[in-house]
C-alpha cells in the first residue's frame, strides 16, 4: 500500500480492465437518411404544397378563382413550350441584372467612403435612414417623368431596391471585424487593397452575403410590380407584363403560371446560386455552420 493509502486507512486496489467495446456504429435507417438530406426536405414540403393547392382548388371549383396545379402546371408547360414565357423572363431578367449590378457597384462605392472616414459613414447612415424605409415601386412615377418609358426607368428603381440594403450590411459586416482581425493584418504589413481582400472582406462576407441576398430580393420583387404597373421594358414586356396581360384576357391558368415562374426564378437563385457561394465562402471558412 502507498503511503497515502495508510494515511487515510484505505486498501489500494488495482483492477484490470474488463470487456472493452469498441466504437459502436449504428447505421441510419431509410428515413433518417431521408430526413437528413435537406433537399429532399424541401421536395417533400412543395409537394405537400402542391397537393393542397390541388386539393383546394378542386374543392373550390371556380378556375377564375383559382384554377388547379395541374391546370397551372399545363398552361406553364404550353407557355414554355411555344418560347413565349422564356422570352418574357428573358426580358425580365436582362432588366434585372443590369439595375443589381448597378446597385452593387454604387453600394460598394458608398460603403467604401464609409469605411474610410466618419463622415462617409455618417452619410451613409443618413442617407440609409432617409431613403430605406422608401418603397421602391413608389420612385416609378419620377423615373417615367425623368428617363421615360423604356428600360432605364425600371432600372433606376431596382438601384434603389438593391442600394441602401447591400451598403447597410456590407458597412455594419466592417464594423463587426474584430480588432484582432485587424491588427493582424496591420502586423503583416498588408497593402490597402491586400487588407481589404484578405482581411475585411472574408471577415464581413456572412453580412455581405445577407445583403446581397436580401437586394435581390427586394430587385425581384420590384421589378415584377413595375413591369405590372406600366409594363413593357422591351418590345414584349417582362415577365410582370406577361401576368397583367394574361389577367385582362382572363387566362387564369397563365397567370398563376406567371407567378409559379417568378416563384421557380426565386428557388433556384436562392437555393442553387446563393447556397452554392454560402458553401464555398462561409460555410468552408468556419465562419458559419448549419
Known amino acids: 500500500m502507498s503511503d497515502a493509502s495508510m494515511m487515510f486507512g ?7 480492465p474488463g470487456k472493452t467495446f469498441g466504437v459502436v456504429e ?12 435537406g433537399a429532399i426536405r424541401k421536395t417533400c414540403l412543395l409537394l405537400l404544397l402542391a397537393a393542397g393547392w390541388e386539393a383546394y382548388a378542386r374543392f373550390l371549383d371556380d378556375p377564375l378563382l383559382l384554377p388547379t396545379f395541374s391546370a397551372t402546371v399545363a398552361a406553364f408547360i404550353m407557355e414554355f413550350s411555344t418560347g413565349v414565357l422564356p422570352m418574357r423572363v428573358w426580358g425580365s431578367l436582362e ?10 457597384f454604387l453600394a460598394a462605392l458608398l460603403t467604401a467612403f464609409a469605411s474610410a472616414s466618419r463622415i462617409g459613414s455618417d452619410l451613409l447612415e443618413t442617407l440609409t435612414a432617409m431613403f430605406n424605409p422608401l418603397p421602391s415601386i413608389a420612385l416609378l412615377p419620377l423615373s417615367l417623368i425623368w428617363f421615360g418609358l423604356g428600360s432605364m426607368s425600371i432600372v433606376f428603381v431596382l438601384i434603389h431596391s438593391v442600394l441602401w440594403a447591400v451598403a447597410l450590411n456590407t458597412h455594419a459586416g466592417f464594423q463587426a471585424v474584430s480588432p484582432t482581425l485587424r491588427m493582424v493584418g496591420n502586423n503583416y504589413g498588408l497593402s490597402a487593397f491586400g487588407y481589404l481582400t484578405r482581411i475585411l472582406i472574408p471577415a464581413a462576407f456572412p453580412n455581405i452575403l445577407t445583403g446581397l441576398k436580401i437586394g435581390w430580393a427586394f430587385a425581384w420583387r420590384t421589378l415584377i410590380a413595375a413591369e405590372l404597373v406600366f409594363g413593357v421594358s422591351s418590345s414584349s414586356g417582362g415577365l410582370g407584363w406577361f401576368i397583367y396581360e394574361n389577367k385582362n384576357f382572363l387566362e ?4 398563376f403560371a406567371g407567378l409559379l415562374t417568378v416563384i421557380l426564378i426565386g428557388l433556384f437563385v436562392e437555393n442553387v446560386i446563393f447556397q452554392n457561394i454560402e458553401k464555398q465562402t462561409v460555410r468552408k471558412w468556419g465562419l458559419q455552420v448549419r
Open 10 to 16: 484505505r486498501p489500494e486496489y488495482h483492477r484490470s
Open 26 to 37: 449504428k447505421p441510419l435507417t431509410f428515413f433518417e437518411r431521408i430526413y437528413n438530406n
Open 95 to 104: 432588366v434585372l441584372l443590369k439595375g443589381y449590378a448597378a446597385g452593387l
Open 252 to 255: 387564369i391558368p397563365n397567370v
